[in-house]
């Protein structure tokens, strides 16, 4: 029974290059989900704490989701 048309031989059908890509979008989903959660605490901290730097935190925590949503939907379209 030849090896080429048997199962074993379906890895060697998948690029490096898609690989890599499923990695990265894989990790920049999970990144973004991150950047959710350190943006929820930070709010969580705001009502819990006042200082006056929380408004600027929020602002930094909401730029930061953007970003990370934004570099998703980047590599989302070249892939």
Do not use: C, D, W
């Not at 991150?34 to 730029?63: D, E, N, S």
């Amino acid at each position: 029974m030849p090896i080429e048309g048997s199962i074993f031989n379906i890895f060697g059908k998948i690029e490096v290059a898609f690989g890599v890509k499923a990695f990265l979008l894989l990790f920049l989903a999970f990144y973004t989900v991150f950047a959710i959660v350190i943006f929820r605490q930070i709010q969580l901290m705001g009502k819990t704490v006042y200082t006056p730097a929380v408004p600027f935190l929020k602002f930094i925590a909401i730029f930061h989701i953007g970003v990370s949503l934004a570099i998703f939907f980047i590599l989302a379209g070249m892939f």
